[in-house]
Every structure is written in C-alpha cells, then in structure tokens.
C-alpha cells in the first residue's frame, strides 16, 4: 500500500467515525425518533444540573481572584457583571432543571428550550469573559475553555453546534483581529474550533448511535413479542395470547370479576379440508376468525385461534343470563355467512360449535379452559351446530 492510499483509507475511516449513528432517519419509526428526540432533550437537561453547579463553585473563585488582583476599577466591575449573570444563570437553571423533570410527564419542548436558552446564553457570558481576556491580558484561554465545554457537555445537533462554535470563532477572531494579535495567533482560533466542532458531532453521534441501536432492538423485541402472541394466519392471538393478554386485563380489574370462556370449534372442518382443498379451509378459518372478531363486546374482550379449528373467546364482565344469547350470536354469525359446508355436514352451510364456562377472580386459565372443552365435546356430541353451557353458569338465576 502506497502513502497516498494509506492516506486515503485513513481519511475515509474517519469520516465514518464523524458519521456514526446518522443513519437516514426516513427508515426509522416515527414513534421511535419521537421517543428519541425526548430522550435527547431530557438527557441534556440532566447534564445541565452538575455543570450548572460546577461552573456557578468556580465562578465564585473566579469572582475572589478577580477581587485580590490588581486591575482597574472598571474590569473588575466589568468582571463582577458578567460573574454576576454567570451565577445566576446557574442557579436559575438548576432550579428549572428540577421543576421540570419532576414533572408529572416529562415535557419535551420546555426540556429543549431550557437547554438551547441556556448554552446560547452561557455563550454569550462566556464570550464576554473571552473579549475581557484578550484586552486585558492578552491570552484567549477562556476560549478554549468555552469550546471544550461546548464540545463535551451538550448534546448538540449538527444545526445548534454550527452556530454555536461559528459563535465563539466569528466574536473571538473579530476582537483579536482589532487587538492585534498575530496572524499565527489568529490562525489557532478558528482551527480550535473546527477540531472543538469535530469532537462534538463524534460524541453526539456516538450517543445518538447508541440510541438508535437500543430503540430498533426494542421494537425489534416488541415485534417478536407480537408475533409470538398473534396466530399469522388469522391474526388473532394465539393460546400464549389470550392467557398473557387476559392476566393483564383481570389484573386491571381484581377480584371478583365474573370471566366466561366459549370454546368454538368449526363443523366437520376435516371433511371441509378434504372437499374443498387446504388453501379454501385457510379462507374459511379467516372469515370466521373475522366473524369472531365482530362478535366481540368490546375492548376487554379476547379472541383467539387455539390450533386447528378451534378457537376461543373471553367475555369479561359479562352477566350470566348473557352467556347464551352470546354463544348463540356467535353460532348464527357463522351461519349466516352461508360458507358451503362438506359433504355429510349438519347444515348445507359451515357451522360451529360452542361449550362455555365460567368463573370469577381470581381464575386458573387451565381449569377453566377444560371445562370449556368439556362443554364443547358435549356439544359435538349432541348433534353439533349448537351452545352447551358449562359449569357456573345459571340462564334464570333467582
């Protein structure tokens, strides 16, 4: 490899570096560049509340050396002044900082106001302090100290950082250049800032990378969950789905909650298969899964395709002399979709049958599920294309 190659590797590899994480953000989810838009603007409120308290300890030794030395009077008020404001910049944000994200819900847009007020108008400060420096003593360290803060501690977009340092570099060459300095001198000041404005788009990128890995592995793992839960040919969940989702949903509600389970299962659906071929029994799975669907009372109620023909659905808080008139809408959806049914079937159409049961919280889903097979097989005993009730459930209580 020749110098000129080697050169044009390592300039390549590093513009890579200065280009981690900015992955074109059209193929990202907008929830996920919502969720990481708030993070960023609540990770820099955070980091303002101990650099609010270090800048505000020094500022205050600054303020006493200031105080001993022997300058003239109108820099030393000059130096109080911007001391001044300094300090309660400081205290003002860190009392904001903590109203904010103690807040009840977390607010985006004051969290970025906060943080883009406050490095614009630290800048500001700071500049003052910088062109103080320079006609005072000569010296741009304060400069240097306000591009490696600006650099290190916010987490700047490619927009905020640009004005910023072309902020710092356009004020502090404008009032060297008046003051005399050198052109070696003046040549260090904007190269400063290039190598501060580097260092920031790298630290940003490398945080906004990290981020983005973490929330496309989330929805990435929220994703599988979904798929592990959901029945991929009609889109209802599966048996894991219904028991996860029905915990969840009786954890909301506590004890007591009156909880009937009707076991479905399709007519004859072998005999179907064999008549009509595979591809037409997948259709016939997925209108009555849809059928099921629109059978459902409301949000709280589940449905799903346990394997095969069967299906099942969870009818939460619903009243015992309910139960039937349910399962029976249920069966006649069915047949009224007026599916042809296999040669032998009950009916000319495709039905079902239904077993229910029921109980209250707290429930074993496995007990529960049982009784409701048990009802079922007694319903394709009796006949098929009909609603046998299970255990606990009374159509005329008293």
């Known amino acids: 490899m020749d110098f000129f190659t080697f050169l044009k590797d390592s300039l390549s590899d ?10 074109d953000q ?6 996920l560049l919502e969720r990481l838009d708030t993070k960023n603007a609540v990770t820099n409120v955070h980091r303002l509340v101990p650099f609010s308290v270090l800048i505000f300890l020094i500022e205050i030794l600054n303020q006493v050396v200031i105080f001993t030395a022997d300058v003239s009077p109108a820099v030393h008020e000059a130096y109080l002044a911007a001391g001044g404001f300094m300090m309660m910049l400081m205290a003002v944000v860190v009392v904001l900082a903590y109203r904010f994200l103690t ?3 977390v607010d985006r847009r004051h969290c970025k106001c906060l943080y883009r007020t406050f490095w614009w108008l630290f800048t500001v400060n700071m500049l003052v302090f910088v062109c103080l420096e320079i006609v005072t003593r000569n010296l741009t360290n304060n400069y240097f100290y306000l591009l490696i803060l600006t650099a290190a501690f916010p987490l700047l977009s490619r927009r905020e950082a640009f004005w910023l340092f072309g902020l710092d570099a356009v004020v502090t060459i404008t009032v060297a250049v008046f003051h005399g300095f050198t052109p070696q001198q003046l040549l260090q000041l904007p190269l400063i800032a290039l190598f501060a404005l580097i260092l920031s788009r790298v630290l940003y990128n490398a945080h906004r990378g990290n981020d983005i ?6 929805a990435s793992n929220q994703k599988l969950s979904a798929l592990a839960r959901t029945d991929p040919l009609t889109g209802l969940l599966n048996r894991r789905g219904i028991q996860e989702a029905l915990g969840e949903t009786l954890a909301q509600k506590g004890d007591g909650c009156g909880v009937v389970f009707l076991m479905v299962d399709i007519d004859l659906f072998k005999s179907y298969n064999d ?7 997948d259709v016939c799975l997925q209108t009555v899964a849809n ?12 449905a799903a395709r346990i394997g095969g023909e069967e ?32 040669t032998g079937a009950v009916n000319r159409c495709v039905t079902v049958s239904v077993g229910t049961a029921s109980a209250k919280t ?3 889903f496995v007990t529960l599920y049982n009784q409701a097979d048990k009802a079922l097989y007694r319903a394709k005993n009796s006949g098929r294309n009909c609603v046998v009730l299970g255990n606990g459930i009374d159509c005329n209580p008293t």
């Open 291 to 302: 059928t099921l669907r629109r059978c459902v009372r409301g949000s709280a109620d589940l």
């Open 103 to 105: 807040a009840s819900m």
């Open 362 to 364: 707290p429930i074993d």
């Open 26 to 31: 059209r193929q990202l989810p907008p929830e």
């Open 275 to 281: 008549r009509f071929g595979h591809n037409q029994g």
């Open 14 to 23: 590093g513009r890579q570096v200065l280009r981690q994480g900015e992955i």
């Open 311 to 342: 299906f099942l659905m969870a009818l939460i808080d619903c009243p015992a002399v309910e139960v039937l008139p349910a399962a029976e809408r249920l069966r006649q959806a069915v047949l009224n979709l007026g599916l042809e049914a296999a």
């Open 213 to 218: 890995t973490l929330g496309l592995l989330e």
